[in-house]
């Protein structure tokens, strides 16, 4: 049978500068947020601390020294046939406090070397410019983005690395996950609105006025950059980025439909709204007002916004959640949200549930609602994997859960929606953003490294990277022989 995906159908993998880089102070690297965060695990929440302390694990300081070898993993993706690898760009390495005078070369010599090294493997890079962290400093002074000044100083960033990289970098991604901003947690990781989130099991408040100026604020930085790409840079494609949380009604009650219509309008298009589309949506003003939410709007904000609408969308895709209004409707966890269970569905061991067709159906309201091309730019399943006495992986789970979700959007392709790419989230086991686990393995390939700190950063392919390769060399035709 032939392949139901187009030809020209990027294949890849994604993670985030925080996540895998380490070096975490080398060659003029600032502390990014990321870097305060200490080890956590499922139901135990990550720590915050303001000082660095010496006897503490901060298991993002190192990663999996991404930073050092880097060569040996893009040749490994290049073995599975990717030709397209999502990552991020650490903001601190480029200005270690934020808004220095001048840029540290040493950081963007870097990513030069990674691009060139993706480049002679025929990888395209798709940057995402903000992947939950920012320079602590900017913390420290402005309490992340519930400052309007991050803006200028966001855009500054973004010119000079765009300027830096421009004959490197076609595909570009604004905010990660964007959406959940509208949530305690997302306070944390996407707006790094942290001050005062210090100490074990701190209870700050953050408010839905902060969450929402917050956002408002990474709208207009979004749309200045997206503007200022489609003016000086005309091969750039840029693009969104939205943690999608499929919802479904509990029962059929309309209460629990009308719930879910709510939660579909909050978690999910609220933000793309704004960034496909150039405004905010119809429904937005009623629910500031019932949230007590008024926005501080400036001139030029809704122009900057209306300007940077994106070219494509992208979102991450992990598990669906259920919305229900009656009293025994149980919640499960995800890492930045909680949504219902779902009795017809399994879980991962972190309470991830697995829903394949649950893409698809995303993919469709996503299309239909946009019609612009789209890209699942993290997929994947955290899981304990076991390495065999001859070094060998076997995590058929994995290779289930990709499979099934490659079957779904090829299905959703067929359906029409324009799809464009695919990247895994985690082709090589990362730091956990959720719980800061290493043991919580998303990779293809294993890397020799535990939650004490131990290991010795060994690389090791499992049996889904034959999996993968496979699918990538037919063009998931493979799956249907
Ligand atoms: C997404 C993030 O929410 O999920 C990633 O963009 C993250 O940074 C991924 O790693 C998986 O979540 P976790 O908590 O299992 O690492």
């Given at each position: 049978m032939d392949s139901m995906f187009p030809e020209g159908f990027m294949w890849g993998g994604a993670v985030a500068a925080n996540q895998c880089e380490g070096a975490w102070d080398v060659d003029g690297r600032g502390p990014s947020v990321d870097d305060h965060f200490t080890g956590g695990g499922y139901g135990k929440a990550r720590e915050i601390t303001v000082d660095i302390k010496p006897d503490v694990l901060y298991p993002n300081h190192d990663g999996i020294d991404f930073y050092h070898r880097y060569e040996e993993d893009i040749a490994l993706f290049a073995e599975m046939g990717f030709n397209?690898?999502?990552?991020?760009?650490?903001?601190?390495?480029?200005?270690?406090?934020?808004?220095?005078?001048?840029?540290?070369?040493?950081?963007?010599?870097?990513?030069?070397?990674?691009?060139?090294?993706?480049?002679?493997?025929?990888?395209e890079p798709l940057v995402t410019l903000s992947h939950y962290e920012m320079p602590y400093s900017l913390v420290e002074r402005y309490n992340g983005w519930e400052s309007r000044e991050l803006i200028d100083i966001f855009e500054r960033y973004c010119a000079t690395v765009f300027e830096r990289y421009q004959d490197k970098v076609r595909y570009w991604l604004t905010f990660n996950e964007i959406n959940c901003g509208t949530s305690r947690m997302g306070a944390l990781f996407e707006t790094s609105m942290i001050r005062g989130f210090e100490g074990p099991g701190s209870k700050v408040v953050v408010t839905p006025q902060q969450c929402y100026q917050a956002l408002h604020h990474q709208f207009v930085a979004s749309g200045r950059v997206v503007r200022l790409a489609h003016e000086r840079y005309p091969q750039f494609k840029m693009g969104n980025m939205d943690c999608f949380i499929l919802s479904y009604p509990a029962t059929c009650d309309p209460a629990d439909v009308f719930a879910t219509q709510q939660e579909m309008n909050r978690m999910n298009w609220y933000c793309s709204d704004v960034q496909v589309r150039g405004a905010y949506p119809y429904?937005?003003?009623?629910?500031?007002?019932?949230?007590?939410?008024?926005?501080?709007?400036?001139?030029?904000?809704?122009?900057?916004?209306?300007?940077?609408?994106?070219?494509?969308y992208t979102f991450s895709y992990y598990m669906s959640a259920t919305v229900g209004t009656h009293e025994d409707h149980k919640l499960t966890q995800g890492n930045m949200s909680f949504g219902g269970k779902n009795p017809y569905l399994e879980a991962t061991d972190w309470g991830w549930q697995i829903d394949p067709l649950g893409l698809r159906i995303a993919l469709n309201e996503i299309y239909a609602r946009y019609e612009i091309p789209l890209m699942v730019v993290e997929n994947g399943m955290g899981a304990f994997d076991e390495v065999e006495e001859d070094g060998s992986i076997h995590d058929p789970y994995r290779?289930?859960?990709?499979?099934?979700?490659?079957?779904?959007?090829?299905?959703?392709?067929?359906?029409?929606?324009?799809l464009i790419g695919y990247t895994w989230w985690g082709p090589i086991d990362i730091v956990s953003a959720g719980t800061g686990e290493m043991r919580k393995r998303y990779g293809f390939i294993h890397v020799d490294k535990y939650d004490d700190g131990t290991g010795t950063y060994e690389r090791r392919r499992k049996d889904s990277f034959f999996a993968y390769k496979k699918i990538i060399e037919t063009n998931g035709a493979c799956l249907y022989r």
């Open positions: 397209l690898f999502r990552m991020s760009i650490a903001w601190s390495r480029i200005f270690p406090n934020g808004d220095d005078a001048e840029p540290n070369e040493m950081g963007l010599s870097f990513y030069d070397r990674v691009f060139d090294c993706c480049r002679a493997h025929g990888i429904y937005a003003k009623r629910y500031w007002a019932e949230h007590d939410v008024e926005l501080d709007i400036r001139d030029g904000d809704m122009r900057d916004i209306a300007d940077g609408k994106v070219d494509f290779v289930a859960y990709l499979e099934s979700h490659v079957k779904a959007m090829a299905e959703a392709v067929t359906d029409g929606v324009d």
